[in-house]
């Protein structure tokens, strides 16, 4: 008779451990997906982080639109932090 | 009589109906015993099979090329998942498809392809099950076709590779083929290492679709790897600029220029013109796609100089202070004549590196045994691969026999006879410059320094720098590539093109050298090919490039301006040499 209701025990047992398996692999695999979307959408930034970082352009900005000027090295001040 | 009635029908018990019940009750619940045990234990494999077919499913997941990235983590080439349109033409035609002739313009706008030409493709097969549509299609546009929902056209993820970097590089990162196979420069040489291949796994879904059980791996898949490559973007993209630049301004057919870290033998730039946009690939010219920085050979001209001298004072054919007579400005060598611009009398070893004179370099070179020259050229790295590892590279031609004439002796001083590549060139000025220590060549971003041979000694190698201060000062061949702030130790070289039977009309010019002197660390060689018009000569050509490469090369990895006092002191062994 206790063996028979280990048993039952038992059987309930694995059915919810399986269940909780299944919820727990179907999570896993919706983060998955969203790890491939995000995978995705990071490689576009990239590209468009690439475009707009672009060193002509740049260049471009800081010289025509911001004014500014590459130093010479002779007009370089080097400062010492030790 | 109803009461009688009434009184009959007080339940008295009927044994065999009470027994025939039970009896039915029990063998119903019998058999439905046996039935779950014959399922559950004798013959659970159909119904096994049943649910199977159900619920399993076999995924795949896609896998992008990898990533190339420069050494400061800028990608210079990126693959984002696209898809192909295709046709199922068999099931076009048993769908009748072709009814709803609206939807296939729309398809076709979408494509940007002609109707008719479309709707052939696929109609005149109606055997056939696959013919491409159109590929590379991305994503937004896909959806939009799966909405059509046109029975018999279907989308097949891929992925597209993107190059950010454009004509900057393209030589050196080479294209993909539409089937994401790499077929020039890096991508060719590292296929396989950016390459993955898609894993295929067998997985339970449930009734909505969601992926409950992960039974088995079918197919083990091998992830993509990223590759970093020793490239500084910033230099790269400026020595593309000075070189498109230089090649427009002479008309020049082509030109490379070859960056590389004295430190440590990396490549940190590599450019060469003219290029193309491998982002679009329509007009693709074969003569533009290759990398001529490590496949076109030159005859180096002046710009092995600086070795012969090396390879000299190695040997103690002459000795540091030496005075070498150089009068009358020039000299015959078995029948054939070697000449100066003009007469210089008597030259220290620094003096004919400034004024770069053959007659000079040829009298060291014959002071010497043949294979103190060659041998020093070998250990240099000529004639030999640099170790690069990129497809197409060559190694130039540098001969090895027993016999040479005197004439040949002296040619080979000053650059003729034999050919080399700018990687070649740059390769040498960085073993001058890390003190006569050899690096192997490498594209690919290093963990740690790798291990150098000592090919000439430091004390010779210190020795032939300062010798070269002088070229870019007053006085020297090529004032225009000095450079306020960084000394220059460089060399240049100006080569006529051998044709068949001769030297033609056509000339190469060079610059090569290490900065900043006194604490070397980076090596540029710039070769500009075949300039038109008056002025060829390597200083002018090339010498304002490989200031503008170096100085802002210099000021872009933080290395110090030399100070006055250093000046004075280089100016004064600078001023001693002359």
């Known amino acids: 008779m206790l063996l028979a209701i280990l048993v039952l025990f038992n059987a309930i047992a694995v059915v ?22 995000y995978d995705i959408e990071w490689r576009n930034l990239l590209l468009e982080e690439q475009s707009l970082s672009e060193h002509s352009r740049v260049t471009r900005i800081a010289t025509k639109q911001l004014d500014m000027v590459r130093p010479m090295p002779k007009e370089e001040i080097i400062i010492r932090t030790k | ?112 392809l002609p109707v008719d030409g479309l709707v052939d493709k696929v109609r005149n097969h109606p055997k056939h099950r696959f013919v491409y ?54 991508e060719n040489t590292y296929n396989t290492w950016l390459t993955g291949t898609p894993s295929k796994q067998k997985v339970r879904k449930s009734r909505d679709g969601k992926v409950v059980e992960h039974l088995s791996v079918v197919e083990k898949g091998e992830n993509s790897n990223d590759l970093v490559l020793s490239i500084d973007q910033r230099i790269q993209q400026l020595a593309y600029r000075e070189l498109k630049r230089t ?18 033998g990396e490549v940190l730039a590599m450019v060469n013109t003219p290029s193309y946009n491998p982002n679009s690939r329509q007009k693709l010219q074969p003569h533009r796609m290759r ?63 400034i004024k770069s004179s053959n007659v000079g370099i040829s009298k060291v070179a014959l002071s010497m045994p043949i294979q103190q020259i060659l041998g020093t050229y070998q250990a240099m790295g000529l004639g030999n691969y640099s170790g690069i590892n990129l497809t197409g590279e060559s190694a130039g031609i540098i001969h090895d026999r027993r016999r040479w004439s005197d004439f040949e002796r002296a040619t080979l001083s000053f650059g003729y006879g034999f050919t080399a590549t700018p990687l070649q060139i740059a390769h040498m000025y960085a073993t001058l410059g890390s003190g006569g220590i050899s690096y192997p060549v490498s594209i690919l971003k290093l963990k740690k320094k790798p291990e150098g041979k000592q090919v000439i000694s430091s004390k010779v190698a210190h020795q032939v720098m300062k010798m070269l201060v002088g070229v870019t000062e007053p006085g020297g061949t090529a004032r225009k590539a000095h450079i306020s702030g960084y000394p220059v130790a460089g060399k240049t070289g100006t080569s006529r093109k051998a044709i068949a039977g001769g030297y033609g009309d056509d000339y190469v010019a ?10 070397p660390r980076l090596a540029i060689s710039v070769v500009i090919n075949e300039p038109k018009g008056d002025t060829y000569y390597g200083g002018l050509v090339a ?36």
């Not at chain 2, 990126?78 to 769908?95: C, E, G, R, T, Y």
């Not at chain 2, 090649?247 to 440590?264: C, K, N, R």
């Not at chain 2, 490469?549 to 004075?568: C, D, F």
């Open chain 1, 16 to 37: 919810l451990t399986a269940d909780k398996t299944r919820k727990l692999t179907s999570k896993w695999d919706v983060l998955q997906q969203s790890q491939d979307r």
């Open chain 2, 1 to 112: 009589m109803a009461r009688q009635a009434k009184r009959k029908q007080i339940p008295t018990l009927i044994p065999w109906r009470l027994y025939v019940l039970v009896g039915v009750v029990i063998v119903l619940f019998l058999s439905l015993v046996a039935r779950a045990a014959y399922i559950q234990l004798i013959e659970p494999d159909k119904l096994r099979h049943e649910s199977d077919m159900r619920t399993l499913r076999t995924t795949s997941n896609q896998v992008q090329r990898g990533l190339i990235s420069d050494r400061n983590g800028e990608m210079m080439a990126v693959s984002v998942p696209v898809l192909a349109v295709w046709a199922d033409p068999k099931i076009a035609h048993d769908k009748h498809a072709f009814e709803d002739m609206r939807r296939w313009q729309a398809l076709a706008d979408v494509l940007q």
């Open chain 2, 133 to 186: 549509l159109k590929r590379q299609v991305i994503p937004a546009v896909a959806d939009y076709i799966k909405e059509l929902k046109i029975d018999g056209i279907y989308l097949k993820p891929e992925s597209r590779r993107y190059y950010p970097g454009g004509e900057i590089s393209a030589q050196l990162i080479g294209i993909t083929n539409i089937d994401d196979v790499g077929i020039e420069g890096i």
């Open chain 2, 247 to 264: 090649t427009e301004l002479y008309q020049a057919t082509s030109g490379s220029v070859v960056v590389i870290d004295v430190e440590t």
């Open chain 2, 291 to 353: 990398n001529r920085a490590i496949t076109d050979t030159y005859e180096p001209g002046s710009t092995v100089k600086p070795f012969v001298i090396a390879a000299a004072l190695e040997s103690g054919a002459v000795k540091a202070d030496d005075l070498i007579s150089t009068s009358p400005g020039w000299m015959r060598i078995g029948g054939r004549q070697v000449r100066d611009s003009h007469n210089n009398g008597d030259m220290s070893l620094a003096k004919i590196l």
């Open chain 2, 510 to 519: 060079l610059f090569a050298g290490v900065a900043p002197v006194h604490k």
């Open chain 2, 543 to 578: 010498g304002p490039a490989f200031a503008k490469i170096m100085s802002g090369a210099l000021q872009m990895l933080n290395v110090e301006p030399i100070t006055k006092r250093e000046a004075i002191n280089l100016a004064s062994i600078s001023g001693n040499a002359k």
